[in-house]
């Protein structure tokens, strides 16, 4: 389990567009990274809008927004051309990403349990330092939530 204070996994996966993303391109940057079950579904949606109608006040505070998923990067395309996404979203195919931050877990729905994704966000500062960590997330407010966190520091 990843804790505040501790140094935040390396990666390099492609983004919707195919480039290859580092979190060593963010260094001098705080990035929020946040992680959800699938495109295109309701929450994940009005998270992701929430992320996108507020990227010029995270942008005010020097802070890029990263979303993450297992989605590929043909899904991810389609998910933010139908909903106008701001965001940059990084396919995690394989899971190392979603492994690496922890948030590939046993969950629980109508009493089966499966392996899946927590909606989880990290906020992380200039040198790559995990300074926030959400688990478990209710979309309602969480956006706002984040920002604030950024603002702060």
């Given amino acids: 389990m990843l804790d505040i204070g501790q140094k935040a996994p390396d990666f390099s996966l492609p983004n919707e567009n195919g480039d290859i993303i580092s979190l060593s391109d963010f260094k001098g940057r705080k990035l929020v990274l946040y992680f959800y079950p699938k495109d295109s579904t309701p929450g994940c949606t009005t998270e992701a809008k929430g992320f996108s109608t507020l990227g010029k ?13 297992k989605d590929s990067i043909k899904r991810h395309q389609n998910f933010i051309a139908k909903q106008d996404l ?64 950024a603002q702060a520091l």
């Fill in 57 to 69: 006040e995270f942008e005010a505070t020097d802070t890029a927004i990263l979303g993450a998923s």
């Fill in 86 to 149: 701001k965001v940059s979203l990084l396919s995690d195919e394989d899971g190392i990403l979603c492994e690496a931050y922890t948030v590939w877990v046993l969950k629980k729905l109508y009493g089966r349990e499966y392996m899946g994704i927590e909606r989880a966000t990290f906020l992380i500062d200039e040198d790559g330092v995990i300074r926030n960590i959400w688990r478990k997330v209710k979309v309602k407010g969480h956006v706002d939530a984040v920002l604030e966190a």
